[in-house]
């Protein structure tokens, strides 16, 4: 179970807390500009994060932790984990196309893994051709467990960490 907590953690300007219902709409707007990258790079414009809704969020806030990263009291970020059986899964890492490589998804990352202290694993997955993502992982300490092709341009590939 996740950790009630809900202290904003700090680091050179970005604020990680956890998402207010009233900010639904907003991070799926986050979610949905995060992925057109995604979408150009699979040339798949259906991937799930692209019908993300404020409803949807609400539910991954009903069910799990949903955090935002804000700057100056503007959103930048946002990821989302739910624990079962004590493995977390993580997703819905989203950071807005003006703020990639500052450091923003591994905030959320750390943050988000600090919010489940008796988790006993976390999981997630990405696209092969992701690099960045795949970097970033990787050098959080998750290991590549899987991969299932989707179609002829993407494959998933399951992350996992101890």
């Not at 040339?43 to 949903?66: F, K, Q, Y």
């Not at 923003?104 to 997955?125: H, K, N, V």
Request: glycine fraction near 8%; charged fraction near 25%; proline fraction near 4%.
């Amino acid at each position: 179970m996740a950790d009630s907590e809900n202290t904003p953690i700090a680091s050179g300007g970005t604020i990680v807390r956890d998402a207010r219902p009233d900010e639904a709409a907003r991070v799926a707007e986050i979610i949905r500009a995060a992925f057109e990258n995604q979408c150009r790079l699979y040339d798949d414009w259906t991937l799930p994060p692209m019908r993300e809704s404020a409803e949807s969020v609400l539910e991954a806030m009903r069910s799990g932790v949903v955090l935002v990263a804000e700057e100056s009291g503007r959103l930048v970020g946002t990821v989302r984990g739910r624990e079962t059986d004590g493995v977390v899964e993580i997703g819905r890492l989203a950071v807005e196309p003006d703020r990639h490589g500052a450091g923003i998804g591994r905030l959320l990352t750390e943050e988000l893994e600090t919010r489940f202290p008796d988790a006993r694993a976390f999981s997630l997955f990405t696209g092969h051709k992701s690099s960045r993502a795949l970097s970033l992982y990787e050098s959080l300490g998750y290991v590549r467990t899987s991969e299932t092709p989707v179609h002829s341009n993407l494959t998933l590939v399951y992350l996992a960490k101890q």
